[in-house]
């Protein structure tokens, strides 16, 4: 088994199958979006054609998501699967919330946090997409106190209550919506179901991985995701790799790689933030030009899918820096992935 191999062709990072951004998004199950701006190009990537204006459709009519989810942090996810995934990590992403909040010196009492979301409710109705300080003024004439990062929290809580999501895509000051009114109501998944159809995703579109990159990437307790592959167990195989169990799901590819192949990875991006273990792509000695110690994540350079630099499109240039000793970069293939980038944001 190669699992570099595997993963570039699973994450759509190679061959990409899908045509539209909502599809890519519903292949992964649900994508790191903690950088506004580069979330866009993680998801129009591993589309055949990448447009970000094709991201923006699927965005501005409600069928991608960017909200608070597992990990209690910003991920997209499919419209059609953000009731279920709610239901299914809210208590523990509120969880992890409240740990924040606690940790600022703040108290937010579960009162008063469902007392604000029932007057989100009200506030927000009818009113479409608002900013933050459309929000905040419309909270200084309430009974609730509006200062940050106060209202911060209870804005996040808001959205792991499944009360608020994303609103529109914006330049600046990213927009927030009502979720009853940007998503059409949904039935939502028994929560054994709903454990399963998360585990199939996870290995579906990130295998192979292990079973504590499942648990790391949801955020879930390690009895639920032993549940949620226990229920598919007839779908995953398994494949020992340096001494790991790796999992894959049979409907994932293991054959289709291009040797030479060079990507331009936004920060927070999958092929990385998606597992526990980033060894298998990250050499130990480099793991501090790709993300530091507080969580915080840059743009890298992959080639056949090993980190080996750095880039940033400051100013609307592209600039790297190659940290990897003794690689050959492939500059044309480098070229390659510096235009397809450029088109992305010209489409």
Not at 58 to 82: C, M, P
Not at 189 to 216: I, K, N, Q
């Amino acid at each position: 088994m190669n699992p570099i191999s595997a993963r570039l062709l699973n994450q759509q990072l190679i061959c990409p199958q899908f045509s539209t951004p909502h599809d890519v998004v519903s292949w992964m199950g649900a994508m790191q979006a903690q950088d506004y701006r580069m979330m866009r190009w993680a998801v129009g990537m591993r589309t055949k054609r990448p447009s970000a204006k094709a991201f923006e459709a699927d965005f501005n009519k409600g069928r991608i998501i960017r909200t608070h989810l597992f990990r209690s942090t910003w991920q997209l996810v499919a419209a059609e699967d953000y009731r279920w995934m709610i239901d299914l990590c809210s208590a523990k992403a509120r969880s992890g919330i409240r740990g924040w909040i606690k940790m600022h010196g703040l108290t937010i009492s579960e009162e008063e946090e469902f007392r604000f979301q029932d007057y989100l409710r009200q506030a927000l109705r009818g009113k479409g997409c608002l900013g933050r300080e459309a929000i905040e003024a419309i909270v200084k004439d309430s009974p609730f106190r509006a200062e940050l990062p106060r209202l911060k929290y209870q804005m996040i809580l808001a959205e792991v209550g499944g009360v608020i999501c994303s609103g529109d895509l914006a330049e600046g000051e990213r927009n927030y919506a009502l979720s009853e009114e940007k998503i059409p109501l949904q039935s939502t998944l028994p929560r054994e179901d709903a454990l399963a159809e998360l585990a199939r995703r996870y290995f579906r579109s990130h295998g192979p991985a292990t079973l504590e990159d499942f648990v790391w990437w949801s955020g879930l307790n390690i009895s639920d995701c032993r549940k949620g592959m226990s229920a598919i167990q007839n779908e995953l195989m398994e494949e020992r790799w340096k001494g790991l169990a790796f999992h894959i799901h049979r409907d994932s590819r293991t054959r289709g790689f291009r040797s030479g192949c060079v990507h331009l990875l936004p920060s927070y991006d999958e092929y990385l933030i998606g597992y526990k273990s980033r060894q298998v792509a990250l050499h130990p000695d480099h793991r501090y030009h790709a993300h530091d110690q507080k969580g915080i994540f840059w743009p890298i350079i992959l080639q056949d899918g090993e980190v080996v630099g750095n880039w940033s499109a400051a100013g609307g240039k592209i600039r790297t820096d190659i940290f990897h000793p003794g690689i050959s970069l492939n500059e044309g293939a480098l070229e390659e992935a510096i235009a397809r980038y450029q088109k992305f944001n010209n489409r």
